[in-house]
Nanobody
């Protein structure tokens, strides 16, 4: 059974940093790409960062302006998203997603590309 479990969300102050974690089990992580997405009420789910297998080709949404860092630790089954300089437009439910057993080392910011999803973790920012 494939499981993705996010953690690390919460209420933080504008300008602070936050690290979200996604623990994945049930799929071979050295052949898995992981994406982080966020969604606010009334809007679609948007990809913010992703990382490909096995050593981490990354891609980021242009609008995050270099504030997000995605990383992977295959040995610990953990994929992390560090968000620096949090802004009032960052609050959302953040989801991790995984896609595995494909040819290549790339990843995608398109949510339809991913087969597996976590339940999400809430991030709120106070001004």
């Amino acid at each position: 059974q494939v499981q993705l479990v996010e953690s690390g969300g919460g209420l933080v102050k504008s300008g602070d940093s936050l690290t979200l974690s996604c623990v994945i089990s049930g799929i071979p992580l050295d052949r898995t790409a992981v994406g982080w997405f966020r969604q606010v009420p009334g809007k679609g789910r948007e990809g913010v960062s992703c990382i490909g297998p096995p050593n981490g080709t990354t891609s980021h949404r242009d609008s995050i302006e270099g504030r997000f860092t995605i990383s992977r630790d295959n040995a610990k089954n953990v994929f992390s998203l560090q968000i620096n300089s949090l802004k009032t437009e960052d609050p959302a439910v953040y989801y991790c997603a995984a896609q595995t057993w494909y040819v290549g080392t790339y990843c995608s910011l398109r949510y339809l590309w991913y087969a597996y999803w976590g339940q999400g973790t809430h991030v709120n920012v106070s001004s």
